[in-house]
């Protein structure tokens, strides 16, 4: 495994950010992307397939909107601020399940944790591998990293 940048950043113990500045931005795009269709839509009076699509699109935005987080690990511990939320800072003990999938450039992470004993929260982290980001680690990658160089 290649170590890159963010994971030479974790060695040193300095604050790694997991998630792509411009997730806060992706959340935003899809929104007026949802509007646009929505005007089309509806201006044409279009019926069947098209609502559907219309429906599916507006309810992965409201998912995004809802969930999409900026991440930042700092030793022991994540701070998760989530769009119009404060933000959350949790130890990695508290994590239940992390689960990625890449979409062309773009990687989509899950998490869930616990906020408490009573309370269960989740987080979408965004990361993009594209040529004009660069290569970004995910948050079960560094995490996995950290836990090698931990034994």
Known sequence: ??????MRDLEKGRPVKVSSDFSFFGAFFSLAIVILFSMVIFHNKVAGLPIVIYIALLGLCIFQFAYVSKVILEGDKLIIKKLFRKSEVINLSQIVNISTFKLKSTKYTFLKYNIDEYKESKALILNSNSVLFGKQDTLKDLL?????KQK
Do not use: G, N
């Open 1 to 6: 495994m290649t170590t890159s940048m963010l």
């Open 144 to 148: 996995e990293y950290s836990k090698s």
